[in-house]
């Protein structure tokens, strides 16, 4: 048992509000892992940043006010550390077999590998974006959007951190060997790829990297939020402090995807013309080409909920390992094995609804939850377009589009939810999807703009800065 306090011990060699001071074994672990993680952050991590002064925001306290302290920090300094939520003694756990018996505090024996298994698979996730966003900072349209880019890569190596501090401090030598591999493992390796597709897909360009904090940092609010409901109460306080930092990423995607959208209505009106060539002519992203980042990037996210009937996930939920979102505040028996779920099939080539088990459709139920969520923010940015007086509206593509994973895959689904020929899908694909050379020309607007109160071209500037400083502040000094 570990002592928890909600201020952090900044005084320790890795910051950490679990008492890592009285626990000399665990201490000595992580600070033998530390090292690692270091040289992996110089290889891999934010290209020709290593000497650069940057405006971040590091976490002080758990508390929900005032947790963080912004400072121009170098950031292989960035006191990276473990932070938990503040302890709840009297916690139950709110769902499955266990429902009503107090949140564990120690890894069941039973549930060792599935818990290490979900631990693994969302620390995973954490150092592939960082290096998937890793020379996006060599192309930056603003200091405003170099600084969001690097917090959001501090605070994802932070979310390693805490994966890692649970399977150093729960899983013995298994869980040391885990913490090994999740450094070894790369984003888009051949030989060790990272474990879930989404994250071996490139960033490429700033508009994908707008797309994948909408959309793929979303998924990871989902998940997150279904974990922060575990019965294994380290991992739900560690969830819990993670969110907290997540809301900041989804708001970088989304605010990014609208600043484009903003400049792409302004050049329209400039140039007097919707023509995609005319729009490009004029520097900005024509719509057709957001819209189909949007396809892109949806569909890639909601790959990762998983498949749609999940005996893995039905297993999860019963154990108590990992519940729905916001499942205490469900009304429900929270134990589901009464329940149905509406899930879409395929059936004779149309998709068709089934009330299906809810237990085994709890990955349906989160994704379900995810897609209403982003299409609330879809709705956001089609405010931009009617407020330009802009007829056309984006659109979130059918859930079964592109798919790799689940119930479609390998089906060829169009964007309207119509199952289709192969010839049609191929024919049609540059329609829905980027092509090679929508990539091209988005790379053409990417150029780096480093003078203060400057922006690219194709894209707005913000509507205000961070932490009550101007958007035009000197975010990042370079020396
Ligand atoms: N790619 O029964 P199923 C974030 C595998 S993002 C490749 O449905 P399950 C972040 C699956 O592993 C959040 N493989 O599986 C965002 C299984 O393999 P086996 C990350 C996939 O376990 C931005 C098989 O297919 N966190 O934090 O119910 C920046 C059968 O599938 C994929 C988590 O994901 C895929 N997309 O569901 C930084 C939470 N999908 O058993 C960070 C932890 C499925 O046949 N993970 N498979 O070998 C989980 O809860 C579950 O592992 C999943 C999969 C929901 C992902």
């Not at 938990?84 to 916690?91: G, I, T, V």
């Amino acid at each position: 048992m570990t002592i928890e306090h909600s201020n952090i011990d900044y005084s320790e060699r890795i910051p950490n509000n679990v008492g890592l001071a009285d626990n000399r074994r665990l201490r000595r672990a992580l600070e033998s892992w530390q090292p690692n993680y270091l040289k992996w952050w110089q290889e891999l991590g934010p290209d020709q940043s290593t000497k650069s002064d940057v405006y971040l925001r590091t976490a002080v306290s758990v508390e929900r006010d005032g947790w963080a302290n912004f400072d121009f920090v170098k950031m292989p300094d960035y006191r990276w550390g473990i932070f938990l939520a503040k302890p709840d003694l009297d916690r139950t756990i709110s769902f499955g077999n266990h429902k009503g018996q107090k949140a564990w505090q120690d890894v069941p024996g039973e549930y060792r590998a599935p818990l290490r298994r979900l631990i693994v698979t969302q620390g995973d996730t954490e150092p592939a974006s960082v290096e998937q966003q890793r020379h996006l900072g060599i192309t930056c349209p603003s200091l405003y959007d170099l600084r969001n880019l690097f917090q959001i890569n501090v605070e994802e190596g932070r979310h390693l951190w805490a994966m890692v501090y649970l399977l150093h401090a729960y899983f013995g030598r298994d869980g040391r060997e885990e913490a090994e591999m999740l450094l070894e493992r790369h984003s888009g390796d051949a030989d060790k790829p990272r474990i879930l597709g989404a994250f071996n897909e490139p960033t490429p360009d700033w508009l994908s990297y707008y797309m994948f904090t909408y959309f793929t940092d979303r998924d990871g609010k989902y998940q997150l939020a279904a974990l922060a409901e575990s019965g294994f109460d380290p991992l739900a306080r560690t969830c819990q402090f993670m969110l907290t930092e997540e809301a900041h990423h989804m708001f970088v995607g989304e605010t990014g995807i609208m600043r484009v959208a903003q400049r792409t209505c302004e050049v329209m009106k400039e140039v007097r013309s919707d023509d995609a060539k005319i729009v490009r002519a004029g520097g900005a992203v024509d719509l057709e080409t957001i819209q189909k980042y949007i396809n892109l990037h949806f569909s890639v996210s909601v790959d990762l909920f998983g498949q749609e009937i999940s005996t893995n996930a039905a297993t999860y939920f019963n154990s108590g390992l990992k519940g729905r979102f916001q499942e205490s505040r469900l009304a429900d028996d929270h134990i589901l094995n009464e329940s149905i779920w509406p899930v879409l099939q395929i059936s004779d080539g149309h998709i068709i609804q089934k009330n299906l088990p809810a237990l085994s459709a709890v990955n349906e139920r989160l994704r379900d939850d995810y897609i209403k969520d982003s299409q609330r923010g879809m709705n956001r940015l089609n405010s931009v377009l009617e407020s330009h007086g802009v007829e056309s509206r984006f659109t979130l593509p059918h859930r079964f589009f592109n798919r790799q994973i689940g119930i479609s895959a390998g089906i060829n689904v169009n964007p309207s939810g119509d199952v289709i020929s192969d010839y049609e899908w191929k024919a049609r694909l540059g329609e829905w999807l980027p092509t090679d050379e929508d990539f091209s020309f988005v790379r053409t607007l990417m150029n780096r703009v480093t003078e203060p109160g400057k922006i690219a071209a194709w894209i707005a500037p913000p509507m205000r800065g961070i932490d009550g400083k101007p958007w035009d502040y000197e975010y990042v000094r370079f020396n």
